[in-house]
């Protein structure tokens, strides 16, 4: 199966900031991974497909790249709204994975 | 636009089963692999079945290989997931989802417990 090694697991920062997320592969998934977006209670909402294309409606400070085995999401300037748990997930090989989660915290 | 409605969940004995289901609407339902999902309390994302369009093809999460089954019903827009000899730690809420367009339902609660 195909680890996804997320990191970090919980960031704390602030309204503005720049953060970078990172999800690495144990092995090669091309461009196949999406990233969400989970707020309590609440379904995941996906930002990122196919490694770098955002969903329409998603706003623009956020941003995907990477591929092979190595791919990052980035928040450019963190808003209040943003503050939430990311995760990614690969759909290159079955079973698809989820990396562990990060929780993004003021 | 694209809906999916879980149904079925709730409290059942340790090795117990339950049928878990999907409605789906707003898309071509037959042209699209189905996957259902579950996070348990506290915890993150796991991936747990997958099935083909014709639902020929299924791929299962090795946590529940063997007693859970996926399936479809295309002419009525439908996933299920048939859970047997559940356990403590299938307790869960479940989420049907087209991966590939990104859309996941509100998810059904699952919880075993005696």
């Known amino acids: 199966d195909i680890q996804m090694t997320q990191s970090p697991s919980s960031l704390s920062a602030s309204v503005g900031d720049r953060v970078i997320i990172s999800c690495r592969a144990s092995?090669?998934?091309?461009?196949?991974l999406d990233w969400y977006q989970q707020k309590p209670g609440t379904a995941p909402k996906r930002l990122i497909s196919?490694?770098?294309s955002l969903q329409s409606g998603v706003p623009l400070r956020f941003s995907g790249s990477g591929s092979g085995t190595k791919f990052t999401l980035t928040i450019s300037s963190l808003q209040p709204e943003d503050f939430a748990t990311y995760y990614c997930?690969?759909?290159?090989?079955?079973?698809?994975?989820f990396g562990q989660g990060t929780k993004l915290e003021i | 636009q694209v809906h999916l409605v879980e149904s079925g969940g709730g409290l059942v004995k340790p090795g117990g089963s339950l049928r878990l289901s999907c409605a789906a609407s707003?898309?071509?339902?037959?042209?699209?692999?189905m996957t259902w999902i579950r996070q348990g309390p506290g915890k993150g994302l796991e991936w747990v079945a997958h099935?083909?369009?014709?639902?020929?093809?299924?791929y299962y999460a090795d946590s529940v290989k063997g007693r859970f089954t996926v399936s479809r019903d295309n002419a009525r827009n439908s996933l299920h997931l048939q859970m047997d000899s559940l356990r403590a730690d299938d307790t869960a809420v479940y989420y049907c989802?087209?991966?590939?367009?990104?859309?996941w339902g509100q998810g059904t609660m699952v919880t075993v417990s005696s």
């Open positions: 989802a087209r991966v590939r367009g990104g859309d």
């Open positions: 707003g898309f071509s339902f037959s042209d699209y692999y």
């Open positions: 099935i083909s369009t014709t639902g020929r093809v299924t």
């Open positions: 092995q090669d998934i091309s461009n196949d």
């Open positions: 196919a490694a770098s």
């Open positions: 997930l690969q759909h290159n090989t079955f079973p698809n994975t």
